[in-house]
């Protein structure tokens, strides 16, 4: 398993840290467009630990100095991640991007979306700024099995993710898929299929993430009606080394968890202790 730290100090020289930040934007499954209330499990658009603030420089500069003391090389990722990055007009992308890009300290730039809010439009300003740093484009997939994404309200079918990733690999561009572990309904078997999906259609890197039960989201109802249950620290750890084992060498696990605000996690609250967490999944990878 490659990990981003191995892959970032190939491509970079160093290690290299993601700066989250808020360009302000919203989501089709929000505005009205797809609907109104976005996936069952999403509070604050994946973006609760991003920055926030009046311009994407400031932002930038804050989480700089929350986090440079653990980096020594001063490199760093903008990563957009908060909603739908490439969802408004191409002129306000153009300045987010530029704005995002411009710190000498930020060496590339990552950028969180939807597959189908990527035009040809879109497409093309991407590749442009690919000329300028690398640019990565984060895609949440969370699942390949359409039954799961009508019921998770996600808007879109997986042929839709599969055409953008061929899309945006012709243009040159780095994919990352997110896949989320522990769906309502679904089996190891699923999650295993997911990954094969992502691999099959070009993916780079993945992160992986447990579904884990947010305040104020319509999977919070579900789950207090019992209608869904959460997986446990063994069980969300044997699926993930399932899917691990069907990635290519080449393909970059950029993350095997992912943790929700502690203010806000309902369940499953061992999750709430991330050191714990990545230590056991990190051990019983090795096994």
């Given at each position: 398993m490659?990990?981003?730290?191995?892959?970032?100090?190939?491509?970079?020289?160093?290690?290299?840290?993601?700066?989250?930040?808020?360009?302000?934007?919203?989501?089709?499954?929000?505005?009205?467009?797809?609907?109104?209330?976005?996936?069952?499990?999403?509070?604050?658009?994946?973006?609760?630990?991003?920055?926030?603030?009046?311009?994407?420089?400031?932002?930038?500069?804050?989480?700089?100095?929350?986090v440079e003391?653990?980096?020594?090389?001063?490199?760093?990722?903008?990563?957009?991640?908060?909603f739908t990055n490439t969802y408004a007009p191409i002129?306000?992308?153009?300045?987010?991007?530029?704005e995002a890009i411009k710190p000498d300290y930020i060496v590339g730039i990552s950028i969180g979306t939807r597959p189908d809010c990527i035009s040809e439009e879109i497409l093309s300003l991407l590749k442009e700024i690919?000329?300028?740093?690398?640019?990565?484009?984060?895609?949440?997939?969370?699942?390949?099995?359409?039954?799961?994404?009508?019921?998770?309200?996600?808007?879109?079918?997986?042929?839709?993710?599969?055409?953008?990733v061929k899309r945006l690999k012709e243009a040159g561009l780095e994919v990352i898929t997110h896949i989320i572990i522990g769906l309502p309904n679904?089996?190891?078997?699923?999650?295993?299929?997911?990954?094969?999906?992502?691999?099959?259609?070009?993916?780079?890197?993945?992160?992986?993430?447990?579904l884990h039960i947010l305040k104020n989201t319509p999977l919070e109802e579900e789950y207090k009606n019992k209608k869904i249950t959460c997986l446990s620290l063994e069980e969300y750890a044997k699926i993930l080394k399932e899917c691990i084992a069907v990635l290519p060498p080449e393909i970059v696990v950029h993350r095997i968890t992912g943790d929700g605000a502690k203010k806000d996690l309902i369940a499953p609250l061992w999750s709430a202790d991330k050191k714990k967490t990545l230590n056991f999944l990190n051990n019983y990878l090795k096994r």
């Open positions: 490659k990990t981003a730290n191995e892959y970032y100090k190939e491509k970079f020289g160093d290690k290299v840290y993601k700066l989250s930040i808020d360009a302000g934007f919203t989501c089709p499954n929000r505005d009205g467009t797809l609907g109104e209330r976005g996936c069952i499990f999403c509070l604050g658009g994946s973006g609760e630990f991003a920055e926030k603030g009046s311009n994407i420089s400031e932002q930038l500069e804050k989480a700089k100095r929350r003391s653990k980096i020594k090389s001063g490199k760093y990722i903008a990563y957009l991640q908060s002129k306000k992308l153009k300045e987010v991007y530029y690919n000329e300028i740093k690398p640019v990565c484009i984060e895609l949440g997939l969370q699942t390949s099995n359409d039954i799961t994404a009508e019921y998770i309200n996600r808007g879109y079918i997986t042929e839709v993710y599969i055409d953008a679904e089996t190891e078997k699923d999650a295993v299929e997911t990954t094969k999906t992502a691999v099959k259609a070009g993916t780079d890197g993945v992160k992986f993430h447990l």
